[in-house]
Nanobody
Framework: QVQLVESGGGLVQAGESLRLSCAASGRTFSSYTMGWFRQAPGKERELMSAVSWNGGWTYYTDAVKGRFTISRDNAKNTVYLQMSSLKPEDTAVYFC????????????????WGQGTQVTVSS
């Protein structure tokens, strides 16, 4: 079992940066693929980024490539999402997720979800 707690959301202006953190409980954190989904009002949850257990594989959806960077610190049981050059369309609730299924971008493979943190980007 893994419990995930996000932090770092908030209100920023377009062009600014924000770093989200996700603290995970559980002794097996280092074995999970970790990721970040987001859900904007009226839209489906969408995977933004993911990182394999050792950081050897990363995934970014096209909308955030070059602007977002995912990283993890297995010693601290924490995964991060550094978001730069933020746009109003990045406004959403961001969810930290964990998967036991390796390098996957399938929503169904992400077993564990945090409660979400709101990111609002004003124009």
């Amino acid at each position: 079992q893994v419990q995930l707690v996000e932090s770092g959301g908030g209100l920023v202006q377009a062009g600014e940066s924000l770093r989200l953190s996700c603290a995970a409980s559980g002794r097996t954190f280092s074995s999970y693929t970790m990721g970040w989904f987001r859900q904007a009002p009226g839209k489906e949850r969408e995977l933004m980024s993911a990182v394999s257990w050792n950081g050897g594989w990363t995934y970014y959806t096209d909308a955030v490539k070059g602007r977002f960077t995912i990283s993890r610190d297995n010693a601290k049981n924490t995964v991060y999402l550094q978001m730069s050059s933020l746009k109003p369309e990045d406004t959403a609730v961001y969810f930290c997720v964990a998967s036991r299924y390796g390098r996957t971008i399938r929503r169904a493979d992400y077993d564990y979800w945090g409660q979400g943190t709101q990111v609002t980007v004003s124009s």
